[in-house]
């Protein structure tokens, strides 16, 4: 789930993420470490390497406030929290990531991002391509010769 509220004329924009993945099998099943849900990189804690933290379940919520520099640059401040754990119930917000960034921006889509981000394992820069919001599980992708399974 996502979602953005602009105020003040779209001068200040807070964005929110939260992201929910559970694993099921049977009892006498499981979950190789390459298939389970990770965390840590530039769209889920950023103060972390990419697949820091795998387990059978993940949670983690992002969240920023967008503060509007000029016409398509940003400032942004950046708190990222979640785990992983074997049991859903064990799941919570211990592992933190706070920061600050740039984004630059048309008036349809962020199209760069510089991120500065401190965590437990200390300060990660990141410069990337892309929104930290966006969903790509949502893209619509089309393949030039259709596919058959």
Do not use: C
């Not at 503060?67 to 401040?77: I, K, P």
Request: glycine share 6%; aromatic share 12%.
């Amino acid at each position: 789930a996502a979602q953005f509220v602009p105020v003040a004329d779209g001068r200040v924009v807070f964005a929110a993420r939260g992201w929910f993945v559970a694993t099921n099998t049977d009892s006498d099943q499981s979950v190789p470490f390459y298939l389970m849900p990770a965390l840590g990189g530039h769209n889920s804690l950023r103060a972390y390497t990419d697949y820091r933290f795998h387990d059978r379940n993940l949670f983690v919520i992002n969240a920023e406030s967008r503060f509007a520099l000029f016409t398509h640059l940003d400032l942004a401040a950046v708190v990222d929290a979640g785990n992983v754990a074997a049991k859903v119930s064990d799941l919570d917000l211990e592992k933190r990531a706070y920061g600050v960034g740039l984004r630059m921006h048309s008036t349809r889509s962020t199209f760069a991002r510089l991120d500065v981000a401190h965590g437990t394992d200390g300060w990660r820069f990141l410069v990337r391509t892309s929104d930290p919001f966006h969903l790509t599980r949502l893209s619509r992708r089309t393949a030039a010769a259709p596919y058959v399974p």
